[in-house]
């Protein structure tokens, strides 16, 4: 079992920064992918990064953040990071973390390859 807590959520102006952190914790809390997915109200859940956090650093970004959106593992403490910069109105959401320990299977942001989520915390961005 696999428990995740998300934390640094905010209200931001456009153009700022937030950085999101994922605690992974439980007996066996060793992952093999983790990722970020964000859900705004009414619509479905978006993948936004993946990692693969076992056997080799490598990571998937969507196009909507890759050039603002940095993830990082701290694999010592079992922590996703999520360093997202100029932010917009559109990325307002509730971010969630997911967890694997299978191993992924074709798309890295299909929901349907993670066992594990957070509660999720809410970033709201403001015009």
């Known amino acids: 079992q696999v428990q995740l807590v998300e934390s640094g959520g905010d209200s931001v102006q456009a153009g700022g920064s937030l950085r999101l952190s994922c605690a992974a914790s439980?007996?066996?809390?060793?992952?093999?992918?983790m990722a970020w997915f964000r859900q705004a109200p009414g619509k479905e859940r978006q993948g936004l990064v993946a990692v693969r956090t076992l056997g080799g650093s490598f990571s998937w970004y969507a196009d909507s953040v890759k050039d603002r959106f940095t993830v990082s593992h701290d694999n010592t403490r079992g922590t996703l990071y999520l360093q997202m910069n100029k932010l917009k109105p559109e990325d307002t959401a509730m971010y969630y973390c997911?967890?694997?320990?299978?191993?992924?299977?074709?798309?890295?942001?299909?929901?349907?390859?993670?066992?594990?989520w957070g509660q999720g915390t809410q970033v709201t961005v403001s015009s």
């Open positions: 439980g007996s066996r809390y060793r992952t093999r992918f």
């Open positions: 997911a967890a694997d320990q299978r191993g992924v299977v074709g798309d890295p942001f299909d929901t349907a390859n993670y066992d594990y």
